[in-house]
């Protein structure tokens, strides 16, 4: 089936530093893709999405690029700060399987002052 | 995280010994998942149901039952819980069609002793 596989972490950052969280998938279509983020104590939320190729999502200063020629979607921010410090979680939707939603391992990041 | 609850949010457990998680939803979301959150195994489907009165499978199901006898509530049961089961559990809902995102509970420790 498809899958996502993202960069382990842990990874620990200086506030202003930029961040890139590397996610590849294996899909038979085209599937929709998906960055989640989850605070400390909480449930996850979804941070962006892009739904076709070389779409671009983007929220709160992190961005991600659907690319099909390299099966990726990496995240990106170009500045954390000490609130961006969660776990992020890469995510795939089959486009043949609608109900069928994938996630990676989760990527900790840690941002210091 | 508005819409979804999960009951409890924390519980201690004896080997062998029962319980039920509930979620609970008040958007009308036609899915509902189970999830289990281990460290440096990211997010592991247990069962979903994808509509009132239906229930599936996921990755990890051995040791779970599930029910949705009501389209807005989505039950985990641990018949006799294991140690192996202490973890975070999350519920999450969506609606059908591909761009739609995932909205999931604050989650609940079990900890089995």
């Known amino acids: 089936g498809d899958s996502v596989t993202q960069m382990e972490g842990p990874v620990t950052l200086s506030e202003e530093a930029f961040l890139t969280i590397n996610c590849t998938y294996t899909a038979t279509g085209y599937p929709s893709l998906f960055w989640y983020v989850q605070y400390p104590g909480e449930g996850l939320q979804l941070l962006l999405k892009?739904?076709?190729?070389?779409d671009k999502g983007s929220n709160k200063g992190f961005e991600a690029t659907y690319r099909k020629e390299t099966t990726s979607f990496h995240l990106e921010k170009g500045s954390v700060q000490v609130s961006d410090s969660a776990v992020y979680f890469c995510?795939?939707?089959?486009?043949?399987?609608?109900?069928?939603?994938?996630f990676g391992a989760g990527t900790t990041v840690t941002v210091r002052a | 995280n508005a819409g979804v609850t999960q009951t409890p949010k924390f519980r201690v457990l004896k080997t062998g010994q029962s319980m039920t998680l509930l979620c609970a939803q008040d958007m009308n979301h036609e899915y509902m998942y189970w999830y289990r959150q281990d460290p440096g195994m990211g997010l592991r489907l247990i069962h979903y149901s994808v509509g009132e009165g239906t229930t599936a499978k996921g990755e990890v199901p051995d040791g779970y039952n599930v029910s949705r006898l009501k389209k807005q509530n989505f039950l985990l049961g641990l018949e006799s819980a294991a140690p192996s089961q202490t973890s975070v559990y999350f519920c999450a809902i969506r609606s059908r069609g591909g761009n739609t995102e995932a909205f999931f509970g604050q989650g609940t420790r079990l900890t089995v002793v």
């Open positions: 995510a795939l939707r089959e486009r043949s399987n609608d109900y069928k939603l994938s």
């Open positions: 892009a739904t076709k190729a070389d």
